[in-house]
């Protein structure tokens, strides 16, 4: 089963500043993964997806993010954030074989961004 | 924009009673989802469906029921409410083999 940790429970950066959140996953294959963000009382939404191909995944919002299968990783970066970037980001890593769409989840990282 | 909505947003009941949590799609998802979300832990799915008439239990055991009548609605039913019920509770759907998972706005659950 396939397994996700995002090291970082919470992050403050200065507006304008660069952002990255750090997610590694545990998958015995190829995994898709994902990166979802969050407001305060909505729900997930998709920053972006990683399937297959280039390795450096562009998304919404000016997000990005690069899938380093010797690290097991899957970084989500921002060159500058906004104060309404500030929310909880969860990564997740999801099998595919099968049409098994289970996702994983990590337990989230919340950015706060400082005016 | 994903077309999935829950209803309610909130809810604050006492104990005991019977509640029916509203989720429903209108994207022809065959496979839909209930997971629970507490603060700083990752979300725990408790319940999926992979079509009509189809039911299965998550990894988190919940003494929630569902039920799939139709594609697009995925209702979950918890038949008497506890303080331990108090969550968040989200619906998500996907297209079989499509990956990404489409959520609603959630239902914040308080049982007192």
């Known amino acids: 089963a396939q397994s996700v940790t995002q090291p970082d429970i919470h992050i403050t950066v200065s507006e304008g500043a660069s952002l990255e959140l750090r997610c590694n996953y545990s998958?015995?294959?190829?995994?898709?993964l994902f990166w979802y963000v969050q407001s305060p009382g909505q729900g997930l939404q998709l920053l972006l997806k990683?399937?297959?191909?280039?390795?450096l995944v562009q998304g919404i919002k000016g997000f990005e993010a690069e899938f380093k299968r010797s690290q097991s990783s899957f970084n989500l970066r921002k060159p500058s954030v906004h104060w309404s970037d500030a929310a909880e980001y969860f990564c997740?890593?999801?099998?595919?074989?099968?049409?098994?769409?289970?996702?994983?989840f990590g337990a989230g990282t919340r950015l706060t961004v400082k005016p | 924009e994903a077309d999935i909505y829950q209803t309610p947003r909130y809810l604050v009941i006492g104990t005991g009673k019977k509640i029916t949590l509203e989720c429903s799609q209108t994207?022809?998802?065959?496979?839909m989802y209930w997971y629970q979300q507490d603060p700083g832990m990752e979300l725990h799915l408790i319940h999926y469906?992979?079509?009509?008439?189809?039911?299965e239990k998550g990894d988190l055991s919940s003494e929630s029921t569902v039920s799939r009548i139709r594609t697009e609605h995925f209702p979950l039913t918890l038949e008497s409410a506890r303080p331990s019920h108090t969550s968040q509770y989200l619906c998500?759907?996907?297209?079989?083999?499509?990956?990404?998972?489409?959520f609603g706005p959630g239902t914040r659950l308080t049982v007192l």
């Open positions: 994207m022809g998802h065959d496979k």
């Open positions: 998958y015995g294959a190829t995994p898709y």
């Open positions: 997740a890593v999801g099998a595919h074989e099968n049409n098994n769409n289970d996702m994983r």
């Open positions: 990683y399937f297959s191909g280039d390795t």
């Open positions: 998500a759907s996907t297209v079989l083999g499509g990956g990404e998972q489409f």
């Open positions: 469906s992979y079509g009509v008439n189809s039911t």
